[in-house]
């Protein structure tokens, strides 16, 4: 796996911040999960409650770890068990909802559908291949620490901390991140081309000032100090260009076990037009292109849709469409005049915001989708929302007029060891 790293200046007030950016099933037990492992989770949980999550005597680069990855200090296995009671938590609360609204669901207890174990990610340690790191004063008040924050903006305790214990995050960025970075351009440059960052290898350089901790490109533009205008990952075979503020999965190796899964699971042929909905740079609808009859993505971020189109051209497919803008905005319009014949699958990879109403309306009305694949990274938040709008009867009211959704299929993928977090694909029919 290529290492992919960016680079970006912010400045605050007077003060200038960088930040360098820079299918195998789990064998462990389902539903019935031993006693062992359960009290393992309650003492994780216990342990990891509220602000003082880290241990007594812990140094500031452990407590740093404890917030961007609490599940370091527990062996993989471990972590996957507390992810999989995490995902049947979601499904268990969905199913409730769902019978509140008179759905028909399996027998009282049990879930709406299966959930299989969490799909190990293939790297569980320095699988980043973006990190973000900022320059701030750190707990000894040196005011050119190099790290990630701790503490919290209501607390005013705030301090920039060594990523030294952060597992997820490579070592070659961790030693970028050690040293002291030069503030202006040209040494910045020199500092990654011929300087201690160079044995970090960029590939592109950029500079970002901005008064944010985080903008996009319109708001501040990315300047390019060195290198290729993109970086590159290559993915299932296939060679995919990366704006510097395009989506794309941090952790490679994972994605490609989910995108796999996910060609299997729309069961896609010749005849099916693929929908992809916040398609990104393409990388789903790319993936799957040469076994279906048509692609056709959408994205609001115009670079990652430029990102698609090249991508599209370069690696010879010629079978995908790619449209810019909002997605409530495009999709009801595409979806509204469709006359094709053809079986027409949907997969939905929105952020952790969901998708909107409007958008959930516009599948849920089309007939010809009978199948929709829904990739969520926090299906505890708004995206319950989504699945509960998709499954509910009939509701003029709401325009919801098509005949509901059901869940078929739950598969958690670990795309992110070492934290809470997990990618969760819920396949549903109708």
Not at 38 to 54: D, H, I, L, P, T
Not at 64 to 84: C, F, G, I, N, S
Not at 96 to 115: A, H, I, M, T
Not at 399 to 411: N, R, S, T
């Amino acid at each position: 796996m290529a290492l992919c790293c960016t680079l970006s200046l912010m400045c605050r007030r007077l003060r200038q911040l960088l930040s360098t950016q820079c299918a195998l099933l789990s064998s462990l037990p389902g539903r019935d999960c031993s006693l062992l492992a359960e009290k393992r989770v309650e003492k994780w949980k216990k342990r990891n409650a509220g602000e003082g999550c880290s241990l007594p005597g812990s140094s500031w680069e452990e407590r740093l770890a404890d917030a961007a990855t609490p599940l370091w200090r527990l062996p993989y296995q471990e972590q996957l068990q507390v992810k999989y009671e995490n995902q049947r938590k979601v499904l268990q609360t969905l199913t409730s909802r769902l019978q509140e609204l008179g759905v028909d669901v399996q027998k009282p207890g049990e879930l709406c559908c299966p959930l299989r174990p969490v799909v190990p990610s293939p790297i569980t340690n320095g699988y980043r291949n973006k990190s973000t790191f900022s320059v701030n004063q750190g707990p000894d008040g040196n005011p050119k620490t190099v790290g990630l924050y701790v503490g919290t903006g209501r607390a005013r305790n705030i301090v920039c901390v060594r990523a030294d214990h952060v597992k997820n995050v490579p070592p070659k960025h961790k030693q970028v991140a050690q040293e002291a970075l030069a503030t202006q351009k040209a040494l910045l440059k020199e500092f990654f081309t011929s300087g201690p960052g160079a044995g970090c290898a960029l590939t592109s350089l950029y500079f970002q000032e901005s008064t944010m901790t985080r903008c996009s490109h319109e708001q501040s533009p990315f300047q390019l100090l060195y290198g290729e205008p993109h970086i590159f990952e290559d993915l299932l075979g296939l060679k995919f260009r990366i704006s510097p503020d395009a989506f794309f999965q941090v952790n490679t190796s994972g994605a490609e076990t989910l995108y796999q899964a996910v060609g299997e699971l729309s069961q896609a042929d010749r005849d099916t037009v693929l929908l992809d909905v916040c398609c990104g740079t393409g990388t789903i609808g790319l993936s799957l292109a040469r076994r279906v009859s048509k692609v056709i993505g959408i994205e609001i971020v115009e670079k990652a849709i430029e990102d698609a189109r090249w991508n599209a051209a370069f690696n010879g497919i010629s079978n995908c469409e790619f449209h810019s803008g909002k997605a409530e905005a495009v999709l009801p319009q595409l979806l509204c005049s469709w006359e094709d014949t053809r079986p027409l699958v949907a997969v939905v990879n929105p952020s952790r915001a969901g998708i909107h109403y409007r958008v959930v309306r516009a599948i849920r009305n089309c007939k010809a989708i009978r199948r929709l694949l829904y990739i969520c990274c926090k299906p505890e938040g708004e995206a319950t929302r989504n699945f509960l709008e998709l499954c509910c009867p009939p509701d003029p009211g709401k325009k919801l007029v098509g005949e509901p959704f059901a869940p078929v299929l739950a598969i958690p993928f670990d795309l992110f060891p070492h934290t809470v977090h997990c990618e969760l694909v819920l396949l549903f029919s109708r």
